[in-house]
């Protein structure tokens, strides 16, 4: 099982950046995908998830709602965080996690994480 995340960057406040995480060794149509962040000093917080392809739900942080948009493209293994109207608490490591049907708070597989700035 691997998760490759990528796309973070430097960006400034009020700008976007989109994420991506290519997966590949297990049957991603059952597998939900979520991502997480971290920052130095805080603990692990859950940014987005989407189901399996099954149930294609999503769940969003409340730090998050209506500024960032979770998808996946089944075709291509991949899920996909649409970050916009960045902040700078938005700044963190930012990982992608894969879990059968539904993402809980420790999901088995784990990318290596993409670093996010967010700063002027």
């Known amino acids: 099982v691997q998760l490759q995340a990528s796309g973070g960057g430097l960006v400034q406040p009020g700008g976007s950046l989109r994420l991506s995480c290519v997966t590949s060794?297990?049957?991603?149509?059952?597998?939900?995908i979520g991502w997480f962040r971290q920052s130095p000093g805080k603990e692990r917080e859950g940014v987005s998830c989407?189901?399996?392809?099954?149930?294609?739900?999503?769940y969003y942080a409340e730090s998050v709602k209506g500024r960032f948009t979770i998808s996946r493209d089944n075709a291509k293994n991949t899920v996909y965080l649409q970050m916009n109207s960045l902040k700078p608490e938005d700044t963190a490591i930012y990982f992608c996690?894969?879990?059968?049907?539904?993402?809980?708070?420790?999901?088995?597989?784990w990318g290596q994480g993409t670093e996010v700035t967010v700063s002027s």
């Open positions: 989407i189901s399996s392809r099954m149930d294609d739900n999503t």
């Open positions: 996690a894969a879990e059968r049907m539904r993402i809980t708070a420790t999901p088995p597989y």
């Open positions: 060794g297990f049957d991603f149509d059952y597998y939900a």
